[in-house]
């Protein structure tokens, strides 16, 4: 045998054990792919025991620091702030779905009526804050009776290196602040915002990402930043 077809049998050896080694890589990789949806399914298996766990701890978070009524609901991602310490501020009606997060001020005081559903949004409380029953308030929707902070740059600043502090925000001195109704069978669309002094009328709708700054009439459609009437429902749809 010449010493070209020894090099060449040599070069075919290679070949082979490098071919031999990348399917031997993609034969592990393969398994690993196969067992992965197992894994994934363990772990989901987890949250599905964990997180009705938290959920309980969060209704029972609900019932320490509010007046509650029969058969509320929360998700583990619900949460309530009572800056007051005093249950009696914020009621919560009968059959209540709470996802979002309320928040209520030490002055406040917040009602939310039997059968209303809040996605996972906000409710910002510093006087006066009411929500009927059935009122439907989608994802990501923020509802706020007061600006929260003051208009002065100057006492912005001090409120910030108060909290660096560890301090507590002072939500008053120097802050307005007007009651929000939404009466009875509102539907409020994801990414509204109910900003302070705001009444929503009984059955009306507002669109998604609505700037609301005024009172919107019973049974109407708005939309809009700032929100404004696109239209209106007949008595068929009420």
């Known amino acids: ?71 509320l609901q929360v998700t583990d991602q619900a949460r309530c702030y009572n800056h007051s310490g005093d249950p009696s ?29 809040m996605g996972r949004s906000r409710v910002y409380c510093a006087e006066l804050v009411k929500i009927g029953s059935g009122a439907l308030i989608s994802d990501c929707v923020g509802i706020m009776d007061s600006d929260l902070h003051s208009r002065r740059a100057s006492e912005r600043l001090v409120q910030a290196q108060r909290w660096a502090d560890g301090g507590s925000l002072d939500s008053y001195s120097g802050v307005r602040s007007k009651p929000v109704v939404i009466e009875s069978h509102v539907w409020i669309g994801f990414g509204a915002c109910i900003l302070k002094g705001v009444t929503l009328g009984e059955g009306c709708i507002v669109g998604a990402g609505s700037v609301v700054t005024t009172d919107v009439a019973p049974w109407t459609i708005v939309a809009g930043n700032p929100a404004h009437v696109i239209g209106a429902l007949d008595t068929s749809e009420r």
């Open 1 to 71: 045998m010449s010493q070209h077809s020894s090099w060449s049998t040599i070069d075919d050896r290679s070949e082979r054990q490098i071919i031999g080694s990348q399917r031997d890589a993609h034969r592990t990789v393969f398994r690993r792919l196969q067992r992965l949806p197992y894994r994934l399914a363990s772990l989901l298996n987890v949250g599905i025991v964990v997180r009705p766990l938290l959920a309980d701890a969060v209704k029972h978070e609900f019932h320490a620091r509010c007046v509650v009524g029969e058969k």
């Open 89 to 117: 501020r914020i009621v919560i009606g009968r059959g209540v779905v709470i996802d979002g997060i309320i928040q209520c001020c030490e002055r406040g005081r917040l009602t939310i009526g039997d059968y209303a559903i």
